[in-house]
T-cell receptor, first 116, second 111 residues
Framework: GAVVSQHPSWVICKSGTSVKIECRSL??????MFWYRQFPKQSLMLMAT?????????EQGVEKDKFLINHASLTLSTLTVTSAHPEDSSFYIC????????????FGPGTRLLVL | GQNIDQPTEMTATEGAIVQINCTYQ??????LFWYQQHAGEAPTFLSY????GLEEKGRFSSFLSRSKGYSYLLLKELQMKDSASYLC????????????FGKGTRLSVIA
């Protein structure tokens, strides 16, 4: 299947700093990527849809000024958590649908963020 | 509207067979996906059904009935490593829209 990478896999930062997470589709182009957040033992929560060349679409309750999304190219989307606080500590996962064939949605390996 | 239901937890014995059901009430889905998610890891793709019937892939099989809004994932010869959450997801035929995920079924395989 298609491969989606994410970097970094782990981030520990101080409260108030900003953290950038990269998501790349390695063997296919993705005009759209998706960002999820997952707290321990809870369901995936869709945060936003990242669109190449245009603004991201945020789900209700997700602050667009806090979670900045930039879809710079057909293979790269970035999520920046600005002024991170301990409550932002979570598992952030990106994904993209491979529009070749079955349009399966493939996930990156995730980024675990811990804000101290 | 879009609503996907699956049991929260299931327990099964090593070597046995388990069936995880998923029901959905929605219009617009043209495919049903199953994912596996181990604790602390991202989901990985297991199967995709677009037509009614059973799709077999090794120890895992997935079934879909579009008229009944029903799918199941069948796991045979259970192994301890199959302990994970299994997510049912519906999708439209558009790469610009995310799949709609159920809350997942946490499967525990015991000896």
């Amino acid at each position: 299947g298609a491969v989606v990478s994410q970097h970094p896999s782990w981030v520990i930062c101080k409260s108030g700093t900003s953290v950038k997470i990269e998501c790349r589709s390695l063997d296919f182009q993705a005009t759209t990527m998706f960002w999820y957040r997952q707290f321990p033992k809870q369901s995936l929560m869709l945060m936003a849809t990242s669109n190449e060349g245009s603004k991201a679409t945020y789900e209700q309750g997700v602050e667009k000024d806090k979670f900045l999304i930039n879809h710079a190219s057909l293979t790269l989307s970035t999520l920046t958590v600005t002024s991170a606080h301990p409550e932002d500590s979570s598992f952030y996962i990106c994904s993209a649908r491979d529009t070749r064939g079955a349009e399966t949605q493939y996930f990156g390996p995730g980024t675990r963020l811990l804000v101290l | 509207g879009q609503n996907i239901d699956q049991p929260t937890e299931m327990t099964a014995t090593e070597g046995a067979i388990v069936q995880i059901n998923c029901t959905y009430q929605t219009s617009g889905f043209n495919g049903l996906f199953w994912y596996q998610q181990h604790a602390g890891e991202a989901p990985t793709f297991l199967s995709y059904n677009v037509l009614d019937g059973l799709e077999e892939k090794g120890r895992f099989s997935s079934f879909l009935s579009r008229s009944k809004g029903y799918s199941y994932l069948l796991l045979k010869e259970l192994q301890m490593k199959d302990s994970a959450s299994y997510l049912c997801a519906g999708g439209t035929r558009s790469g610009n829209t995310p799949l709609v995920f159920g809350k997942g079924t946490r499967l525990s395989v015991i000896a």
